[in-house]
């Protein structure tokens, strides 16, 4: 099992409008993908920032393979819709990790 975690600082100023997009716009449209078996949403509780929130969302995929495609072929196109919508108001790093 692979674990592709995207941690993204918000602005406060438009975390509401944010959120609903992440939960009915974004997740679903990487979702249907189809190269995640299932995903989980978080909020990050020890944030320093105090004009910002962080969220964690994890995609969990069978495998690297999986990853690698959503990476190529999918994931410049979702990633640009979130930029060009609020442009210097997200900031979101990615990591990949392997369940041991």
């Given at each position: 099992m692979?674990?592709?975690?995207?941690?993204?600082?918000?602005?406060k100023k438009i975390e509401e409008e944010w959120l609903i997009w992440m939960k009915n716009v974004h997740i679903p449209e990487v979702m249907e993908t189809?190269?995640?078996?299932?995903?989980?949403?978080?909020?990050?509780?020890?944030?320093?920032?105090p004009a910002s929130s962080s969220y964690s969302v994890q995609y969990f995929a069978e495998g690297i393979g999986n990853?690698?495609?959503y990476m190529s072929?999918?994931?410049?196109?979702?990633?640009?819709?979130?930029?060009?919508?609020w442009p210097?108001?997200?900031?979101?790093?990615?990591t990949l990790l392997e369940a041991v």
């Open positions: 692979i674990l592709y975690n995207v941690t993204v600082a918000v602005d189809n190269q995640f078996e299932f995903f989980k949403f978080f909020k990050v509780m020890n944030t320093e920032d990853v690698q495609l072929a999918f994931a410049p196109e979702l990633q640009q819709k979130a930029l060009l919508r210097d108001q997200i900031a979101a790093f990615r």
